[in-house]
């Protein structure tokens, strides 16, 4: 059973950082793709940043310039740094990895991080 377990969501005020981690049970390296999403309360769940093997990234336009997506290959763990929040990134933050080799044709999630910007 691959799990992905992500921390370091909170109440933050607007203009605030916050900085989530997600770790996967398996090696970053069985994932084509890992990336972050959010849903807030009535909307659909959205792509935030995704980050492919070769470590390109892609973002959508909203969060573009305030957040970024990274990895440490050491700790296994991907990041979402997340700067210059506004109310309007108030959410239940994903992380989610698209399966490689033994792992191709999965996708997981994690349980979600509430983040709350609120003054």
């Known amino acids: 059973q691959v799990q992905l377990v992500e921390s370091g969501g909170g109440l933050v005020q607007p203009g605030g950082s916050l900085r989530l981690s997600c770790v996967p049970s398996?090696?970053?390296?069985?994932?084509?793709?890992m990336g972050w999403y959010r849903q807030a309360p009535g909307k659909q769940r959205e792509l935030v940043a995704v980050?492919?093997?070769?470590?390109?990234?892609n973002y959508a336009d909203s969060v573009k310039g305030r957040f970024t997506i990274s990895r440490d290959n050491a700790k296994n763990t991907v990041f979402l740094q997340m700067n210059s929040l506004k109310p309007e990134d108030t959410a239940v933050y994903y992380c989610k990895g698209q399966g490689a080799y033994e792992l191709l044709g999965h996708d997981y999630w994690g349980q979600g991080t509430q983040v709350t910007v609120s003054s």
């Open positions: 980050m492919i093997s070769s470590g390109s990234t």
């Open positions: 398996r090696s970053i390296f069985r994932f084509n793709a």
